[in-house]
């Protein structure tokens, strides 16, 4: 009689989940990318510099179920800069860009914040040359965006 029972209630709670699953809720906020634009940089020839300028923007539609939609135009900042290798008189170019943060909603905002980043440059003992760019580091504080609007009635 208990296996019996067993079988029910398994046979009952596996239809119960598949019939969970099948259904889907709509994402809210939703979060569209409408645009994007990215500039790149050329390092500058050698005893000029061993950065240059990175930029990254993001245009995004927030749509709300229960608000007008809301675009967001999101920017941040970065470098490339000369890295060089002890092993070798050739550079390799180290790129940081900017970093976008997980978006979050709190029930009636819609935020994101962007990192911008720069290159650290440091003395290399081994090398001619007096600074190797290797390591990526936050610029600043993060920079929020933010859109407003409903998810729920």
Not at 24 to 40: A, I, S, W
């Amino acid at each position: 009689m208990r296996f019996r029972y067993f079988l029910l209630l398994l046979a009952v709670g596996f239809t119960a989940r598949t019939a969970g699953t099948s259904a889907q809720m709509p994402t809210c906020p939703e979060e569209t990318l409408v645009d994007h634009y990215y500039q790149d940089c050329v390092l500058p020839p050698l005893g000029y510099g061993d950065t240059c300028p990175l930029f990254k923007t993001e245009n995004k539609r927030i749509t709300f179920l229960y608000s007008p939609s809301k675009y967001v135009l999101e920017q941040g900042t970065g470098q490339n800069g000369r890295k060089w290798s002890c092993d070798s008189l050739l550079f390799k170019t180290q790129p940081c860009w900017p970093v976008w943060l997980p978006a979050n909603y709190d029930g009636k905002t819609w935020s994101q914040s962007i990192v911008s980043q720069k290159v650290n440059c440091s003395s290399l003992s081994c090398n001619p040359l007096p600074t190797s760019c290797d390591q990526c580091i936050d610029d600043g504080a993060p920079a929020p965006y933010v859109a407003t609007g409903q998810c729920c009635p």
